[in-house]
């Protein structure tokens, strides 16, 4: 060590500007602000103190050039999340996504034609959903044909949704509306009635025209003849939950 040390003490001492390394000797950079011309900056391990400028960046292999802490990206550069969080607020004027979640839950949307009961052979039969976190919201419409003493429902989208839905169970919880619509166009008048679920199934919902009974906060379910009125237009609307 005494000898590497009265070595270095000599070349500081003569003067000399540039020392060359054989073997197993590393050509340490100088603790400088800036690099010497053409030297190279290698960092495998440890930690850089202070500000590291740089004005080319050459990444070999599988390494990862990290985005620079500031407030807006570089040009080109891409922004990869695949876990943990994003502090503060984030802005993105585009976003391409195999899938997005929300609470755990995803976006989808999409066409379905519900079955229908109560309404004999319907035509038009057009219904849509959209399932945004743990909530889907269904809308549609139909051209009911000849109503029968069957009760009315409207089956939901259950295939299509791969979680499984909350309806209301009790029967107290209207989530949705049901128009009738009858007359000709300039004519026509309509009544509303109230959708809801009683935990009888998992897979539609019912319709009411009736409010509930004494004693009791649970809507009645109703017979097809007593709410669709024949070849009339029927538009609905109704939300429910998903876990």
């Avoid at 679920?197 to 009974?213: C, E, I, L, Q």
């Amino acid at each position: 060590m005494k000898k590497l040390i009265t070595l270095l003490a000599l070349i500081s001492s003569i003067g000399i500007g540039k020392v060359f390394a054989t073997g197993a000797f590393v050509p340490y950079i100088q603790s400088t602000n800036s690099l010497q011309a053409g030297a190279t900056f290698y960092v495998s391990s440890g930690t850089v103190a202070g500000t590291l400028s740089v004005g080319s960046l050459s990444v070999a292999g599988g390494a990862v050039p990290w985005i620079a802490n500031q407030n807006s990206l570089q040009s080109g550069t891409t922004f990869y999340v695949s876990s943990g969080t994003v502090q503060g607020q984030l802005t993105v004027s585009t976003v391409s996504a195999s899938a997005v979640l929300i609470n755990g839950q995803g976006i989808f949307n999409g066409t379905y034609s519900p079955t229908i009961t109560g309404c004999g052979t319907v035509g038009s039969n057009a219904g849509f959903y959209q399932q945004i976190g743990n909530m889907v919201h269904v809308w549609g419409s139909f051209q009911a044909g000849t109503a029968t003493a069957e009760t009315m429902s409207i089956t939901i989208p259950v295939g299509s949704i791969t979680y499984t839905n909350r309806l209301p169970t009790n029967g107290s919880v209207a989530i949705g509306t049901l128009f009738n619509m009858n007359g000709a166009q300039g004519a026509f008048s309509y009544c509303a009635f109230v959708l809801f679920a009683d935990g009888s199934t998992t897979s539609a919902v019912f319709v009411t025209v009736n409010t509930p009974a004494a004693g009791t906060a649970a809507w009645p379910k109703a017979n097809g003849n007593s709410l669709a009125t024949n070849n009339a237009y029927q538009v609905y609307d109704f939300w429910y939950a998903v876990q």
